[in-house]
């Protein structure tokens, strides 16, 4: 019984190079969402609320473009669900890893009142929709207790995993080859 070991190697070769345009992707997704975000701090618009939508579509663009590489680089073969579907997921754990790392970065060093901020931003708001002052207060005491930096590390974490696989999903199943 003879082994065909250069085949096995091609096709490691193969899966390894597919994790390493996942792995390059999420780089690049994470790379860009840090550089729009410092844009618009230099801006002075990183709190305006439209913004959050700006890294939201970095993060579909590089899942959805990255799932196409993937699916490119095994292009005449049967692509799995499971398998692309794994490799949007490695692209949104590394993007999501890069991206909650520089938000840390920003609120301790670059921006340390970034969370005072924030709550200036949600009490104007609140009292241009004509809420009483002790709404406002009450509303702030509460926001202060989920506004500490791990709590936000940990929403935005489920929120991009969330998100990550609604895209991974949807590339997924647009880039599967059945071959």
């Not at 790392?101 to 901020?117: A, C, N, R």
């Not at 005491?141 to 949807?170: C, D, E, N, Q, Y």
């Amino acid at each position: 019984m003879t082994v065909d070991l250069s085949k096995n190697a091609q096709t490691e070769n193969k899966e390894t190079a597919i994790t390493n345009i996942a792995i390059r992707f999420g780089i690049i997704g994470g790379l860009t969402s840090i550089l729009v975000s410092l844009i618009l701090y230099l801006l002075g618009m990183q709190l305006e609320s439209w913004t959050k939508w700006i890294s939201t579509g970095i993060m579909v663009a590089a899942i959805i473009v990255g799932l196409k590489m993937c699916a490119i680089a095994n292009e005449g073969k049967h692509t799995s669900f499971g398998y692309l579907f794994g490799q949007g997921m490695i692209i949104t754990l590394i993007l999501s890893a890069i991206t909650i790392l520089y938000f840390l970065l920003h609120i301790s060093i670059i921006e340390p009142d970034f969370i005072d901020k924030t709550l200036d931003v949600s009490r104007n708001q609140m009292s241009d929709k004509g809420l009483s002052q002790e709404q406002i207060d009450n509303a702030i005491t509460l926001s202060k207790k989920f506004m500490s930096p791990g709590i936000m590390v940990l929403f935005s974490l489920l929120g991009m995993l969330f998100m990550g696989a609604i895209a991974s999903l949807i590339g997924t199943f647009i880039y599967k080859n059945n071959k």
